[in-house]
Structure formats: C-alpha cells, structure tokens
C-alpha cells in the first residue's frame, strides 16, 4: 500500500515511485563504484608485491613462474622456452 494509501494524487505517488527508483539507481552505482575501487587497489597492491618480489629474487620468482607453466600443462623443457619470452613481454617499471 505505502504512499499510494496516503495519498489519492496520482502524480504525487508517481513523484514518490520515481524519487524512490532513483535513490535505488543511485545506491546501487555507489556500492559498484567503492567495489571496483577496492578490487582495483588490490589488484595494484599484489602487483607491487610482485614487483618487489621480482626485482629482490629474480632466480625464485622465475622458478616459480616455471612451476606455474609446469602446473598447467607445458613440459619443463618448453616451460624453459616460454619463460625468458615471457619476461620479456612483462613491462615492470
């Protein structure tokens, strides 16, 4: 019922329904815009975590890079091909 009960104004209870579908619209783009904005800071922090990683212990990171490669299906031989190419693509400032 709620304001269409406490008022017969047709235009007030449409007033009222496109004030509420907007302060829906509006709440809802918020909570997407914080949620991006925190998976983004994370994303950059674990890539900072990386970088670092990469830039103090080049041997462990290449060889965990070499695991990954392994894990998901490349024979070692071929992980030993992809991974100076792939280092070479990477652009960690």
Known sequence: MGIAGASTDAAFVR???VSG???GA?????????SLKAQAEL??????IERI??????????AEL????VERG????????VL????RIQTWP
């Open 15 to 17: 007033v009222a329904g």
């Open 21 to 23: 579908l907007l302060a």
């Open 26 to 34: 509006v709440s809802m783009a918020a909570g997407e815009y914080v």
């Open 43 to 48: 994303v950059e922090r674990e890539l900072e």
């Open 53 to 62: 990683s990469i830039a103090e212990n080049p041997e462990a990171e290449t």
């Open 66 to 69: 070499a695991a990954i490669y």
């Open 74 to 81: 490349l024979d070692p031989n071929q992980a030993r091909v």
């Open 84 to 87: 100076p190419r792939s280092w």
